[in-house]
């Protein structure tokens, strides 16, 4: 394959990320865009390919011959039947993480995968940020020796911005933020540690967002905007019209305060905290070895690594900082290069940093810690890939 054809579906949001691929005179061009918003349609031509098919009936998109890869970059809720639909169509993928919102439907996917003979990649963009790639590094190096314990602490400041003001909130659409917002975070565990979740309990709750507002009534409408801390003034994402809803509308059912423990496997042990009526935005990993432990500053500049000291090791720590090289580009400079991996994938038949399984495990570690929190707090064994499509995922 010398060029790669892409079609786009979801044009707005993520779909924007589909510039990176449009270079018609290289190795990748985009053909073509479906979506159900026209704003998003008219925004493709303006920005991405003014020459390209748009269409609101993704089918269309999936039966054009000129076309042999999809980026599936709208809603979580959407992704497993375009990307099944994709496959059958003879299709590689690529699909913006979370995989699916049920364990259930990314084993549907991989099925799917598997028939399909074909390239299939989950968008795991914090995998390609220089901060974590330290860490990973220092980690495989055995700087801190056995990881034992991990600890992350994700303080989500514009979480109504982000999820309570549209389709997030409601589980109907997303089954619970540990699939959506916590998807990269438990792949940074499983990543960064080299192993997989066993076994998780959660506990968590609606503690700031929900209510009895009505379900339609948007910021612009409401007679408290002008003293409500969570009023939203503006009516459009990436020229699109944005679903500026209520955040304390009935329909809300989703925790906007969770932690979930988990045993990996080897014995790992790992907490992990999300909140979403913080302050402030800090995504905060530490990593505990037998030698030492290793973690993140929260503005993303150092990695601080502190060392037990031979001699004395419960006093003295040996203590080194990390320097972390800026990149540009979106998201940490991690955008263009997941989307040149996608390529590369395609074109060189590289392996990708992120494989489907590790989609599928992000997934289900989600779903089984916020079935836990709204089931009594019970421990969940998370359920193993299903026989039939073992050989091709491991």
């Not at 503005?299 to 040996?318: E, H, Q, Y």
């Not at 989609?359 to 039939?388: F, K, L, Y």
Request: glycine share 8%.
């Amino acid at each position: 394959m010398n060029q790669v054809r892409i079609g786009v579906i979801g044009a707005a949001g993520r779909g924007t990320m589909a510039k990176q691929w449009h270079n018609p005179q290289g190795r990748s061009i985009v053909v073509g865009a479906a979506d159900v918003s026209d704003s998003a349609l008219n925004l493709f031509k303006k920005n991405i390919n003014d020459k390209g098919f748009v269409t609101k009936d993704y089918r269309e998109l999936l039966a054009r011959t000129d076309i042999n890869a999809i980026a599936v970059m709208s809603p979580d809720f959407t992704h497993e039947p375009y990307v099944c639909d994709a496959f059958e169509a003879g299709k590689h993928v690529f699909t913006e993480k979370p995989m699916a919102i049920t364990t259930e439907g990314c084993d549907r996917m991989l099925r799917a995968w598997a028939a399909s003979g074909k390239q299939f990649m989950v968008g795991f963009n914090m995998r390609y940020m220089n901060i974590f790639r330290v860490m990973k590094e220092a980690v495989d190096s055995g700087a801190i020796g056995e990881i034992k314990a991990v600890w992350v602490r994700h303080f989500i400041g514009t979480g109504g911005e982000w999820y309570y003001h549209d389709w997030h909130a409601s589980s109907r659409n997303s089954t619970g933020l540990l699939i959506q917002k916590a998807s990269h975070d438990i792949d940074m565990i499983h990543w960064i540690t080299g192993k997989y979740t066993k076994r998780v309990a959660g506990m968590g709750g609606l503690d700031y967002y929900g209510g009895s507002k009505p379900d339609d009534l948007r910021c612009r409408d409401c007679d408290e905007k002008d003293t409500c801390v969570e009023y939203q003034h503006h009516e459009k994402n990436h020229g699109i019209n944005h679903m500026n809803l209520c955040v304390f509308r009935k329909e809300v059912d989703v925790e906007d305060n969770s932690v979930m423990m988990m045993e990996l496997e080897g014995g790992i042990k790992a907490t992990y905290m999300q909140c979403h009526f913080t302050p402030d935005y800090c995504r905060n990993y530490t990593f505990i070895g037998t030698e030492g432990r290793i973690e993140n500053l929260d503005d993303g500049s150092k990695v601080i690594v502190r060392m037990r000291d031979k001699s004395n090791r419960w006093k003295n720590l040996a203590h080194q900082e990390l320097a972390v090289k800026s990149a540009s580009g979106t998201h940490g400079g991690a955008d263009p290069m997941i989307c040149r991996d996608f390529i590369d994938m395609l074109v060189k038949n590289k392996k990708p940093v992120a494989t489907p399984l590790a989609g599928r495990m992000s997934v289900a570690v989600g779903c089984a810690a916020t079935w836990s929190i709204r089931n009594h707090w019970q421990p969940v064994d998370i359920s193993p890939v299903p026989e039939d499509i073992r050989d091709k995922v491991f």
